[in-house]
C-alpha cells in the first residue's frame, strides 16, 4: 500500500451545495459550475444508456449520439423520446 498514490482530483471540491456552486458560476462568482455540461452532459447520456440496456438485456445496442437514437432498436428508441400527452410539448 505504501507504493499506491492517490489519483489526481478531476473535479475541484465545493463549498456549500451543488445548487449553491450553479448560482455562484451563474454570477460569476466562480469560474464554471463543478458539474458543468461538458462533464455532466455525457455522464447524464452514459447512465441514461446504462439504464435502457437493463431494458433491452441481451440485445446488443448501437448508439448515435449525434441524432440521439439507436440504430439498430426500434423498440429500444421508444424509451429515448416517449410521446407527450396531448396538450403537452416542447
Keep these: 500500500m505504501k507504493a499506491y498514490n492517490r489519483p489526481p482530483k ?3 471540491r465545493i463549498k456549500g451545495s451543488h445548487e449553491q456552486n450553479w448560482i455562484d ?5 466562480v469560474d464554471q459550475a463543478c458539474s458543468n455540461f461538458d462533464y455532466s ?17 441481451g440485445k446488443k445496442l448501437e448508439w448515435d449520439g449525434e441524432n440521439m437514437k439507436f440504430t439498430n432498436d426500434d423498440e429500444a428508441n421508444k424509451y429515448v423520446n416517449m410521446p407527450y400527452r396531448e396538450g403537452w410539448s416542447l
Design 41 to 57: 452532459g455525457p455522464f447524464t447520456e452514459f447512465v441514461v444508456m446504462g439504464n435502457l440496456a437493463f431494458r433491452r438485456l
Design 10 to 12: 478531476i473535479l475541484p
Design 25 to 29: 458560476a451563474c454570477k460569476g462568482k
